[in-house]
């Protein structure tokens, strides 16, 4: 579907609300009931301020995963992809790093998360089958002369092309004076190649609660990697996310989340990444099911809307929060404001 994508990082079963604020009507009601005896509606399921807060209670801890998770993790593969066309391959470098390669993709264990790239080859789309990153894949039977004179020491190297020298090096450098302190580092021809980055990760009891389960799903299109750089910081431009397949299967909250929609962009100013965008999900309870649309950056305010229909006609209410998620206000389709967030939490 393009550049459209399925938001994992609002996979929310709702936000947190809290009896405090200085709105009056968000503590008290109009007869001195107060917020925890205040009724609502909640899509036909009427309900207390407790039993609200429980509904929408455990949104901004998964926000919180998608800035530090999700996001994170994309770009840090995305970075890879960046140096790969900034400054080629140090293959000694990468021998040291934990890293497995096959059927043209790069994956990175990172604790709880997985970090990919796809690699293939331009114009026919076939994967890569070698592993650049594999000294085996630039030389191989390397010999090294050293010939030690009065001019000093010249050292000469002697080895067979391996499969991918030819089709994707445009300059080769080789030091070193022995085979154990070799080192090989290739400048590619970016041309020749096209990228996807993912990420994918699963989170079980989510802070102390047991069962719930968290499937995240990251992944760029697939990219020219010598366009990678106009891509991200070219103003206006950005590189979309898909987040199809992530869900959060909530014992805690007896509620099933999946994102559906959310065309997200990711952008880069300098070495500062940032991304913005809408998202659409969809929320199962053992009553019935609401409907979110909102956008999510890390530049500005953020916005929520809950519906009880997918047409999106009957508005719930809306959230408020700040780029942060540090805090904000639900405001009910009726007018009642109620605030939530860490911020509040903390209160």
């Not at 096959?102 to 994956?107: A, I, N, Q």
Request: charged residues 30%; negative net charge; proline residues 2%.
């Amino acid at each position: 579907m393009g550049n459209s994508t399925k938001l994992w990082a609002l996979l929310s079963v709702g936000v947190v609300l809290v009896a405090c604020g200085e709105d009056k009507r968000s503590r008290e009601g109009e007869n001195g009931q107060t917020h925890q005896e205040l009724r609502y509606d909640l899509c036909g399921e009427p309900a207390t301020g407790t039993e609200a807060a429980a509904f929408f209670d455990g949104d901004l801890v998964i926000v919180g995963r998608v800035h530090e998770e999700g996001i994170s993790h994309t770009s840090a593969g995305v970075t890879i992809a960046l140096n790969l066309l900034l400054n080629g391959i140090d293959v000694r470098e990468w021998s040291e790093r934990e890293y497995s390669f096959s059927d043209g993709e790069l994956r990175m264990q990172t604790g709880d998360h997985l970090i990919g790239l796809r690699f293939s080859w331009r114009g026919d789309g076939e994967l890569l089958r070698h592993d650049p990153f594999a000294r085996s894949s630039w030389v191989r039977d390397v010999d090294v002369d050293v010939d030690v004179g009065w001019d000093g020491v010249d050292v000469d190297y002697d080895f067979e092309p391996g499969p991918l020298l030819e089709r994707l090096a445009e300059e080769v450098e080789i030091t070193g004076d022995s085979l154990s302190n070799l080192s090989i580092s290739v400048r590619i021809k970016p041309e020749m190649l096209a990228v996807q980055v993912f990420t994918v990760g699963r989170y079980e009891d989510l802070r102390g609660r047991l069962g719930d389960v968290l499937d995240l799903h990251v992944a760029t299109p697939t990219f020219n990697l010598d366009e990678l750089r106009e891509v991200i910081e070219q103003e206006g431009a950005g590189l979309g996310l898909d987040f199809t397949g992530t869900t959060l299967d909530s014992v805690t909250y007896d509620a099933y989340q999946e994102i559906f929609e959310a065309p997200i962009l990711l952008h880069r100013d300098e070495d500062t990444w940032w991304f913005e965008g809408d998202y659409r999900s969809r929320i199962e309870k053992r009553w019935g099911q609401v409907y979110t649309h909102g956008n999510v950056s890390n530049l500005e305010a953020n916005h929520t809307a809950y519906y009880c229909d997918a047409e999106e006609k009957r508005l719930l209410g809306t959230a408020h929060h700040d780029a942060q998620v540090a805090g904000g206000v639900f405001e009910f389709a009726d007018g009642r404001k109620v605030p939530y967030g860490l911020r509040s939490l903390r209160e």
